[in-house]
């Protein structure tokens, strides 16, 4: 946790406490215990902190009682660019799941959809972890790891065709288009600073039908040279590569 | 399992089977299970398989017994280039150890060194997967992930200080030498084409004294922008904009 994400609700009103500053937050939960016990914050240590969706900057612990901890916060920096990106991520398994929507989000992917393919085990939609409220976990442990405040938005669409036919041509206008697929000529390039729409299928990748309806959509295949990684570690790999100025 | 890694135990010898031939390998355990519950392979498939810092190439399956299988192999392709590269990796925690080892693997680094900083705590040297087989283990998952055969050699270093003034000189001779450091003016380098040896450090980073001694040792701290990075997640990204022709 490099950054304690801070949420409207966290702050005092003066309504409700009128002796205390309207820049004074209290926390409890999670966020108390890792201040508590990883940064062993005590009355007057400055931390990291940043308002969900807004700016960041810091704030003085002016009070630790049992179970809360407020403090005072003052936000004046810009969190980091977003990444120029719109990520299309065949569902992986719900393990997989977690750690890339943590690390898509600590790289600064804003837009992920989680679309089905061939390959994508039709167990995985059924899994919990794809609940609205876990997928915003997810993302804001990435957030915390990656010191930004902008919340990814994410989407699920459960049916391949109908997403690529009807939707994907609007979502990917006027943006480059590539798909990560291990058996092609184009190796993946590099630094393109321009709008990106980037398409990585499941384990086992993409099959070909799918791969067509993609270039049928103005997809580019791209690869990542002989070696094959899964998709946790294809994902940063790419954006990488693809962005190394970001 | 991208790649079932045979190593030269697993050939039958004419001496013990004279009726079979000497390109025959018969595997059982864990290659077995996973050829026939995730392959689901059967007499007549084609399998690719690699021998232990050998060739790559084909197997055919031409017996299936209870607890074993018998290959019939054909080896004729080089394994993918390995990165020019030695990475100085400070501890990590055993979790994300094994899972840095896997992937730095399946990125193609051949030469690690795992060394102690102040913030890695004590207790991580401690950790069974410290173990040479277990460390081992770690790196056959990453070659049969990325379809490599070529075992990265890895050391252990639990002294930073006679480790950094005694041995990194000769190790990093006559390469790019880069700290990654996420205090410093120097974005890292891309695409830099040359032999390199990059050290990476554990949570929260080298302390000013560590980086200050890496330095005097010709070493040049480079960032990854302003996103604090999980050390799984730097290290593809670093790797990938060092070396993304790889």
Request: net charge neutral.
């Amino acid at each position: 946790m490099n950054l304690i994400l801070l949420e409207p609700g966290d702050f005092l009103s003066s309504d409700s406490a009128p002796d205390i500053a309207p820049d004074t937050v209290r926390i409890s939960g999670r966020r108390y215990q890792h201040i508590i016990e990883v940064h062993r914050a005590e009355v007057g240590d400055t931390l990291r902190v940043g308002l969900l969706n807004g700016l960041i900057g810091d704030g003085e612990v002016i009070e630790h009682r049992e179970g809360h901890i407020a403090l005072q916060v003052s936000l004046k920096r810009e969190s980091p660019a977003p990444l120029p990106l719109t990520l299309i991520l065949a569902l992986p398994r719900p393990k997989m799941l977690k750690r890339t929507l943590q690390n898509a989000t600590a790289l600064g992917a804003k837009k992920i959809y989680l679309i089905n393919a061939y390959r994508v085990e039709k167990s995985y939609w059924q899994s919990p972890w794809l609940a609205a409220s876990k997928l915003r976990e997810q993302c804001v442990l990435g957030l915390e790891q990656a010191v930004d405040t902008q919340m990814p938005e994410i989407q699920l669409r459960k049916r391949f065709k109908p997403f690529v036919e009807d939707e994907l041509p609007t979502i990917a206008a006027d943006s480059r288009k590539l798909v990560a697929h291990p058996v092609t000529e184009q190796p993946c390039p590099v630094d393109i600073r321009q709008q990106t729409t980037l398409a990585i299928g499941p384990e086992g990748g993409f099959i070909p039908y799918e791969v067509e309806k993609l270039q049928e959509a103005g997809f580019e295949s791209v690869h990542l040279g002989p070696r094959i990684l899964r998709v946790e570690t294809a994902l940063p790999v790419l954006l990488s590569r693809l962005f190394p100025s970001n």
